[in-house]
């Protein structure tokens, strides 16, 4: 597909052969972080900003990502990988170790958050906050409800249904910290790497108690957001919320129901990545 004019014609190649492929270039990328290096990486990396070792653990974080993905095509292969990059322990495990992209505030040039660009600096609202996040968040009573939706204008929340193609409200959501554009993208973080040890642990039985994992979860997911604004969340806001989780996750009759919880946990926490979730 990348040969231009010397195929206009590629063929579709099977999931399960780009799964492979992707695996084998994560791979060549770790060993290549063991190569002498001849230039400094501080200044011109801007996720980590030189640190070789928090590579590797993104690396092999995003090879427990994709394992996790392959589980329903080949159940043993993901269960003896998931274990053994568990076993190493070279993962993300901390936030400071999340492979985050972190956006600036300056405008000429401009490096501010493309939400913040096109919904405060530009000339119009674009983006449209999902009713059904924000209705699931009050139905759960979710802490992180006023950390993800914020009311500028005292307007009632209007936000979009799925499907539709007009703009309905007039509502605006904050996706910056300081009110300048410097916001993150995230892309896989400590929180992700739990849920997935928490889903692989459920549906595989690898490694660890799926109940230990979603709630260890939950609370980094919690500490997130206190982190990332800066605002704290009274404590018994996040046990009451925890412990109502923990209570549905009890309550379930099936794995398929606790699947659901961890998965709904997992789908909140990936709030300003669309693309994950």
Known sequence: ALKAEVNFD?????????YTSLLTLIDEGLADLEKENSLP???NDLIYGGDLNAWRKMGNTLKLKMYNQMRLVDENMATTNINQLIADGILIDASSDDF????GTSFTPENRHPNYQADYAGSGLENSMSTYMNSLLLANADPRSPYFFYNQNACAFSGR????TANPGSCLTVSNNSGN???IFPMITNTLRIFIE??????LGTTGDPKVLLEEGINSALNDVVSFSGISMADTLITNYVDARLAEYDAAASDEERLRVIMMEKYVATYGNGIEA
């Open 10 to 18: 590629p063929k579709v190649d099977q999931g399960d052969a780009i």
């Open 41 to 43: 990486l501080t200044g």
């Open 100 to 103: 985050t992209f972190q956006y």
């Open 161 to 164: 249904n799925g499907g539709e």
């Open 181 to 183: 554009g410097d916001g």
């Open 198 to 203: 928490a889903e692989a642990a459920l549906t």
